[in-house]
């Protein structure tokens, strides 16, 4: 099973950037979709952006036109740009990979963001 590390989580004030990566231990290539999610204290897992086998994106409204992902398929990297983060963008986030017949997460990275 692909195995994925995320990383680039870490404290942020309101209105900087930071830039999540998430690396896979195998070929990313034949994946159906790859998307970031996160996960507050007391609430549920939502997804915040994901990309397809196609390259079309997805993001929820919440981070629209702050954050954008992409991938690097030689690096078999995933990558979350978050500009202007908010205090409630603060999560511990996952990297989740969707094959044909497997699903992989990563083990997550916290963000917080505050002044």
């Known amino acids: 099973q692909v195995q994925l590390v995320e990383s680039g989580g870490g404290l942020v004030q309101p209105g900087g950037s930071l830039r999540l990566s998430c690396t896979a231990s195998?070929?990313?290539?034949?994946?159906?979709?790859m998307g970031w999610y996160r996960q507050a204290p007391g609430k549920k897992r939502e997804l915040v952006a994901q990309?397809?086998?196609?390259?079309?994106?997805d993001y929820a409204d919440s981070v629209k036109g702050r954050f954008t992902i992409s991938r690097d398929y030689g690096k078999r990297t995933l990558y979350l740009q978050m500009n202007s983060p908010r205090p409630e963008d603060t999560a511990v986030y996952y990297c989740n990979v969707r094959w044909s017949a497997l699903t992989s997460w990563g083990r997550g990275t916290q963000v917080t963001v505050s002044s």
């Open positions: 195998g070929s990313i290539t034949s994946a159906n979709a």
């Open positions: 990309i397809t086998i196609g390259g079309g994106t």
